[in-house]
């Protein structure tokens, strides 16, 4: 039980919030009583009186969330990318005044308004030292539940270390709720691939692919504990000034204990286009509420398209008969001007179509994905040989060969 009040998301919003009575789970610890989760709101309030008051001391201080306590996952060839308990003594998140914020920020001046989310505008700001950094305020919504969103995003951002995911570089609670992060130049994915003029060449949106797929991964298996972002999407997918992806926006990301297969919710956030059927019809969130996602990145990347046009349409299920045909050219964005590699762009759609296959035992891990996004898109490794290196469930060879013969 120590390990999940410890942890700071998801267990939190069950500890505060009592939300657990109407979310259930596959395997519940013993021990855990509705009394233990009693008077949510006065604890949101006592918990924030502490972080104001902690406020005037270093943030390393701040780690009654039991940082330290997490029990750790290993993975093989995954060493290099957890990071050691002990750095975190030498984490020097910044805590911000509300006036450091308002000078940063120009006062929120509209011109410095880089997006604006279901919760939250970020603007742009330049600290003293002229590092440019985007802050996020919480904008909309009823107190509880952003204090509540606001606590999971930073319990998180003050964990995930990885270059794919984005860099927390403060707080401010003064005068509402802050979360400063480094600027990511060139915006999110999605205003890049549907809201500029320079289209993205193939080579970027490879790298894109990728590195989203290392940062998923990272959060799934590489980091203390198993996270599930929740809302991988392509405006949650920062690029910085050379194109790298970076996964930002855990507002509504649970940390997940290892003994649970899964967790069930029964209020269904996240963005219409990207959403797993289990999760949509069920509420059931696990790894492969992410992966299914990410296949519907790697469609964006692929066609150019919006998860969700215009006119609602679904970009899955306007893909599907073009996939399960092998129609590959109905799919390709016409703006590459055909200059791209046709292999790769097979390998990308054939992931994406494992992806968000409607079972999502079918689907692939994050590993996996990510081994089909590596070793395929490298060249490095035959379908003959692929199939049974990432033991991919369900998946024929004859069929990933029909796929990338396929015109
Ligand atoms: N570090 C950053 N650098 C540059 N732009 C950023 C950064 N963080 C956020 N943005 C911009 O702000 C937008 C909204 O940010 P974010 O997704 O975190 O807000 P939100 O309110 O949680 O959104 P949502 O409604 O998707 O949950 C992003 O899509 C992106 O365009």
């Not at 008051?53 to 701040?62: F, M």
């Not at 990885?162 to 130049?185: C, D, F, I, R, W």
């Not at 970076?246 to 003994?259: M, S, Y």
């Not at 679904?314 to 399960?324: G, H, Q």
Request: hydrophobic residues 35%.
């Amino acid at each position: 039980m120590e390990d999940e009040v410890a942890s700071p998301v998801g267990v939190l919003e069950d500890y505060f919030f009592k939300s657990s009575e109407s979310e259930t789970s596959s395997s519940k610890e013993p021990g855990t009583t509705d009394s233990d989760k009693s008077k949510p709101g006065s604890r949101w309030r006592a918990f924030l009186q502490l972080l104001r008051v902690k406020s005037k001391k270093p943030v390393a201080t701040l780690y009654p969330l039991s940082v330290l306590k997490l029990s750790r996952r290993f993975t093989s060839g995954m060493r290099e990318t957890v990071i050691d308990a002990s750095s975190f003594h030498s984490s020097p998140w910044k805590i911000f005044t509300h006036h450091e914020i308002q000078i940063a920020t120009n006062y929120f001046a509209q011109e410095n308004c880089i997006g604006k989310g279901g919760y939250a505008e970020v603007y742009k700001g330049c600290l003293p030292n002229g590092q440019l950094v985007a802050i996020k305020r919480l904008a909309r919504g009823a107190e509880n539940e952003t204090t509540g969103d606001f606590l999971s995003e930073l319990g998180i951002m003050a964990h995930v270390n990885h270059p794919n995911t984005a860099k927390l570089v403060g707080y401010g609670v003064e005068g509402g709720m802050h979360l400063v992060l480094e600027l990511s130049e060139k915006g999110c994915l999605a205003s890049v691939l549907n809201g500029s003029k320079e289209k993205l060449p193939w080579p970027v949106r490879q790298k894109i692919a990728l590195g989203t797929a290392k940062g998923i991964l990272y959060l799934h298996e590489g980091c203390q504990r198993r996270i599930i972002h929740r809302d991988i999407k392509a405006s949650n997918i920062l690029l910085t000034e050379d194109f790298e992806p970076q996964i930002c926006d855990f507002g509504l990301a649970k940390w997940l204990p290892e003994n649970w297969t899964h967790h069930t919710v029964s209020k269904i956030e996240g963005t219409f286009g990207y959403l797993a059927p289990e999760y949509l019809l069920h509420g059931i969130v696990d790894e492969k509420t992410d992966v299914f996602a990410f296949g519907v990145v790697l469609l964006e990347l692929v066609t150019g398209r919006r998860a969700l046009d215009y006119s609602q349409q679904s970009l899955v299920l306007w893909a599907e008969p073009f996939l399960k045909k092998n129609k590959i050219r109905e799919l390709i964005d016409p703006s590459l001007d055909d200059v791209f590699d046709s292999r790769q762009i097979k390998i990308m759609l054939f992931t994406a179509s494992l992806c968000i296959q409607q079972s999502s035992i079918r689907r692939p891990s994050m590993n996996q994905a990510r081994f089909l996004v590596v070793q395929l898109l490298n060249g490095n490794v035959s379908c003959s040989s692929f199939t049974k290196k990432s033991q991919l469930p369900f998946t024929r060879r004859d069929f990933l060969e029909e796929f990338i013969d396929s015109d």
